[in-house]
């Protein structure tokens, strides 16, 4: 068997994790006001009380759900992070 190419392969959550961090999209939904980092601290306990594998990105918060072979997907984009003064700021 072929080794895998990550440039490749389309990670994909399961039908079943889809509906579970839907769930908790809609939850954090109804606090549209309160700080990322509130919102993100619900979502990932949320999840993680679900058995969701997440994990907090460690430059930026971002709330990611992960798998047990190192792919992930974002569910939550701290953008507020990256913006600083009307200049985005990324890791160089």
């Given amino acids: ?7 490749s392969e389309k990670f994909k ?14 939850y954090i939904g109804q606090f549209p006001n ?11 306990k949320f999840l ?3 058995g969701v594998n997440v994990e907090r990105d460690k430059r930026f918060g971002d709330v990611l759900v992960t798998s047990s ?3 992930g997907v974002v569910m939550l984009f701290n953008e507020e992070a990256r913006i600083k003064e009307g200049r ?5």
């Fill in 13 to 26: 959550l399961s039908k079943e994790t889809e509906a579970i961090v839907k769930e908790g999209l809609e």
């Fill in 34 to 44: 309160r700080p990322f980092e509130e919102r993100a601290r619900m979502l990932t």
């Fill in 48 to 50: 993680e009380e679900r």
């Fill in 88 to 92: 985005v700021v990324w890791n160089k």
């Fill in 69 to 71: 072979n190192g792919w």
């Fill in 1 to 7: 068997m072929a080794p895998l190419n990550p440039a």
